[in-house]
């Protein structure tokens, strides 16, 4: 996004010193800021819709940032998130993940590496990578029990049709994108959350497990994604047809 100052970013922090410094320097940069003291305010805030950002911290009162982040997701709310917590641990930063974080920050950070952060995340999710990657695929694609809608992100299986979150979208589009080939975790950890090094590759299988919901007719044993254990996943079903 090139004119930072139509780039809304929404503070959830309830630290008063970090919450005041982080809206004073994300200002500085040229960013629109807008800030909130419990989760409770900030899930209100969230809900508004205007922010193209979260910044979020774990530790909040009234409702827990993870809280917050679970519920936002589990409505359909895909604003990108950034996790800031002074829980540097693993299984908190995987957690996180887990529920639709798009990155994660350990407390404390320096001013460069947390606009560097936001710069990759705004990149990734609005006018970067993904929105090259889109390009590849488009229209309406026809499989075997499945129609897959590239530009509404949505899938019909057995005639219901269901609407995918950003990631399911994006890990569905790899694997169709390189249908009949294995793609590993770590190659959809690289280009769907945009992550070379994470302690574990659990974040993938978990939204296999909610994707395989959506578009399989029995996902312990699925026709379209199939696991090829020890590697990765495979996209196997047949192409029927494709409307652009």
Request: proline fraction near 2%; charge should be negative; glycine fraction near 8%.
């Amino acid at each position: 996004m090139s004119n930072l100052s139509e780039t809304h970013i929404l503070v959830i922090e309830d630290e008063q010193d970090l919450r005041a410094g982080l809206q004073h320097n994300l200002e500085l940069e040229g960013y629109v800021v807008s800030t909130a003291a419990d989760g409770r305010e900030g899930l209100r805030k969230a809900r508004e819709g205007k922010a193209n950002l979260i910044l979020l911290d774990l530790m909040l009162p009234h409702m827990s940032g993870t809280e917050v982040l679970q519920h936002l997701r589990e409505t359909g709310n895909e604003t990108p998130v950034i996790i800031l917590s002074a829980k540097g641990q693993d299984r908190d930063k995987v957690q996180g993940l887990e529920l639709g974080a798009d990155d994660y920050l350990t407390k404390p950070f320096g001013l460069t590496e947390l606009t560097a952060r936001i710069r990759a995340v705004l990149r990734r999710t609005q006018s970067g990578a993904k929105a090259g990657d889109r390009q590849a695929l488009s229209g309406v694609m026809v499989f075997p029990g499945l129609t897959v809608d590239w530009g509404r992100f949505t899938v019909q299986s057995e005639g219901e049709e269901t609407q995918l979150s950003r990631y399911e979208a994006e890990i569905l589009r790899m694997l169709v994108e390189h249908r009949g080939q294995v793609v590993s975790r770590q190659d959809l950890l690289r280009k769907v959350w945009g992550y070379v090094h994470l302690p574990t590759t659990r974040t993938v299988d978990n939204h296999i497990a909610r994707l395989r919901k959506k578009i399989e007719h029995d996902v312990e044993n699925p026709t379209h994604v199939k696991t090829v254990h020890g590697l990765g996943y495979c996209f196997e079903s047949e192409l029927l047809e494709h409307r652009q």
